[in-house]
């Protein structure tokens, strides 16, 4: 079965201005976990949808929000853009975003100028 | 709060040996350990994931195990291959209502060359 898919795989952005990435889950997923990678923090949970909810919720600003559809694919907004946003960005879907194994799309790559 | 380390943050090898791989998490109450893959620049790659009842998982030249009293996991990777060169993750859920958040340890970065 087909796995987690992000798009776009590149980005390049200028600061101020914002941004929106997706990702589609595994089919039967309900659970959307996002996640920031940088070289000097590592990976950093942004959040976490299940049935069109934000259950769970990193400590990143305000400016990073999300959502999910019926159809269990999320997106992600980052707004007013910084330098310091640029990374990998990262999704991973399950079952029920619980006790059970993740699987991770292959990232968004952000960069910031 | 979980906090998950792993040694050594990176390790270089000739091909052919076998090498283990450490992760330890502070909070023994997990309900699972997975073990991951990071090729330079990609996603990441699920290799295993052992749940808190079991000790060991198997696939093909990867071992991992789990002692949960200790705090402790490791990922055993049999006749290393250049190929096997990567980064390799440990992660565990954050637990409770922390629904979808893995605490991930910060690494080993493994090169096995020719």
């Known amino acids: 079965k087909a796995g987690v898919t992000q798009t776009p795989r590149y980005l390049i952005k200028t600061r101020g201005q914002q941004v929106t990435l997706s990702c589609s889950p595994i089919?039967?997923?309900?659970?959307v976990s996002w996640y920031q990678q940088t070289p000097g923090q590592g990976l950093q949970f942004l959040f976490e949808?299940?049935?069109?909810?934000?259950?769970n919720k990193g400590n990143f600003p305000g400016r990073f929000s999300g959502r999910q559809f019926s159809n269990s694919r999320s997106e992600m907004n980052v707004s007013t853009l910084e330098l310091g946003d640029s990374a990998l960005y990262l999704c991973?879907?399950?079952?029920?975003?619980?006790?059970?194994?993740?699987?991770f799309g292959p990232g968004t790559r952000l960069t910031v100028t | 709060k979980q906090e998950v380390t792993q040694i050594p943050a990176a390790l270089s090898v000739p091909e052919g040996e076998n090498l283990v791989l450490n992760c330890s998490f502070t909070?023994?109450?997990?309900?699972?350990l997975q073990w991951f893959r990071q090729d330079p620049g990609k996603g990441l790659t699920s290799l295993l994931l052992?749940?808190?009842?079991?000790r060991e998982q198997t696939s093909g030249r990867l071992n991992a195990s789990l002692d949960k009293s200790s705090g402790r996991s490791t990922l055993y990777i049999a006749a290393s291959q250049p190929g096997d060169s990567a980064t390799y993750l440990c992660a565990v859920p954050a637990g409770g209502t922390s629904y979808g958040k893995l605490t991930f340890g910060q690494g080993t970065i493994l090169t096995v060359h020719p």
């Open positions: 089919s039967g997923h309900r659970s």
């Open positions: 949808y299940f049935s069109e909810t934000q259950r």
């Open positions: 909070d023994s109450a997990i309900y699972n």
């Open positions: 991973a879907s399950s079952w029920s975003g619980s006790i059970d194994e993740q699987y």
């Open positions: 052992i749940q808190s009842s079991q």
